[in-house]
Structure formats: C-alpha cells, structure tokens
C-alpha cells in the first residue's frame, strides 16, 4: 500500500471518489447517473471505515476519540446551519415547533442544508457496534451477527418502511454489515480477484439501473432495494471504485488532486449542500454546472477551515487540535482563577 505522512494513497482517492458522488448524486436529481450512485455511494464510506479500522480493547476511549471525529462537528455544524432554518421561518413562526423536533430527532427527518448530518451520528454508532462486536465475538460469529442485522434492516425496512429512530440509529443495521466485511476485506489475500470479479458486478449494476430495476441502496431513507441483490450489487460497485483508485493512486497527478479532494471529504460533505441549497445554484438548470460549483465552492471552504485550529477542532474533527483547544481552555481557567486569588 502506497503511503504518504502515514496516509494510504488510494484510500484518500477512494473518498475522493467517493464525495464526489455523494456532490454529483445530490446534484443530477432524477437521472440513471444518481440512481447508479445511489447504489454504493454511502455504503462505500462505511466500508473503508470498517478497512481502516483497528480493534480498540477500550471501548470507552474509543468512543471519546470517535466523538471528538464525529459528534463534535455534528453538533458544530448544526449549531451553525439551524438557526438559518428558524430565519428562513420567521414570517411563519407556528413552524419553529417542528423544526425543532426535526432537529432534536436528526437522522432521515432532516432535509436540504443540514440533510447530510445523518451520516455523522449514523457512522458514530457503527463504528461503536462494530468495535464492540470485533472485540467480544469470534470471527465467526462477528459474520453471523452481520448478516442478522441486513436481514434485519431488510426486514424492518419491508414491515414498518416508516419506522425510525432519533439519529438514524435503525441505519444501523444496513450499515454494519458494510463495515465488518471492509474490515475482513483488509486482511484478504484475494482483494485483487475480488476486485476484478466486482468489476463485472459494476457493469451488471449499471445495466440494472438502466432498465430501472429499484435497485438503490439509499441509507438515509432506510430504501434497501431488492432484499441481498442490491446490497450484493453495492459492494460490487464499491469493490470496483477501490479497484479503479488503486489503479488513479499510480498516475501522479490524479492521485494529488483526488486525494486532496477525499482528505477534505468531511466538509465538503456538509458544505456541498450548503451551497446547493443556496439561491444562485438552487435556481440551476444545469446539474453538472451546480455540481461543479458546489464542488469547487465547499472544496475551497473546507481548505480554509483547514487553515484555522479551532475550526479544524470543531468542524472538521481533528482531536489534535480539539486536545489543544481543551489545554488551552484549562490554561485560561487557571491563569483567571489566579487573578482572582491574587486580586
């Protein structure tokens, strides 16, 4: 594996990759593209989570760091975009109720600007599952556990299609069995011929979707497709997108500007639909053009808020820099409770 400052090259391609689907599926509304899309584009970043990730024996600390990477910027950002919603409600204040509760309860209820920040507390509890699961069970019960819960987000999303939970914790279930196989997948000696047999999986997803077959695997609204077919056709697709990072990781300057993209995943994932939900590219016609400046415009931001240590604390989920600012807060207590005293 290519690495750089203990990064692995491809894997920043891969979410490169990866966010600008999520921009491009977001943007081209009604086409083959975004169905396609929607078949693997956030499945894909659950299981490069689930490749990236190493057992933690202290479930504890593990999930302090993971809200440090996670919550911290889900709170961070709703506390910035919220208040935008009540403004946009001002004329009409009798809707202040519900938007609190769409925001107290979070998950698939929220929309537009902020309907990215599912995937925050969404991803928080997998990786807490997960973890938790990798280190009580046996490999071979970890498997079985997997495939209970896609049987159970198949079964859920088939009898109570309206049922949720607050954060979008049912999400769960689809999501797990996508982070444990990332996590197996890691260890294989077979990753190449997975890669190559997925590729034809791609194709055939393709040629489903073309012919309208439902097919998606869309997490957010808990519409899983056709119960092991779609989930298998994902995985597929995402087999076939590392495949083609693996293959962009060894062409220099695709592999610079994609793995800056993918390095910056986490604002422009927020970010993306900040600006699409804006005025001027709202009123496009074009969707590859409101995708291109969506792109380009939260691309640039998160680069700017990458610049600051207390945006990349809050927002962006550095626990460098979120220790720093926890330091630096206790320093200051300190420094004015001995002003006091002295006073």
Known sequence: MSERDGRILWIDVCKGLGIICVVLGHSLNGTVLQHLIYTFHMPLFFFLSGFLHRVQPDPGGYAKRKAIHLLIPYVSFMLLLCPLAYLGALHHPEKWSGLTKTFLWGGGHMEGRYGVLWFFTCLYMTQQAGNYLLVRLQSGTVALAGLLSLVSAYLLAALAPHFSLPLNAHVVLAALPFLLIG???????????????????????????????????DMKSGNYGI?????????????????LSRGIARVAGLTVALASIGASSMGIMVIHKVVLSSGPVSRLTNGWVAFLAALAVSYVSTLLLARFSITRALLLGSERDFQNLRRLSVVSRSRRATEVDAA
């Open 183 to 217: 996590h197996w997948y890691r260890k294989s000696q077979w990753q190449r011929l997975f890669e190559l047999i997925a590729i034809a999986g791609a194709a055939l997803t393709a040629w489903l979707v073309y012919l309208h077959f439902p097919v998606d695997y």
């Open 227 to 243: 119960p092991g077919l779609s989930f298998v056709l994902g995985l597929s697709c995402i087999l076939a997108v590392i495949a």
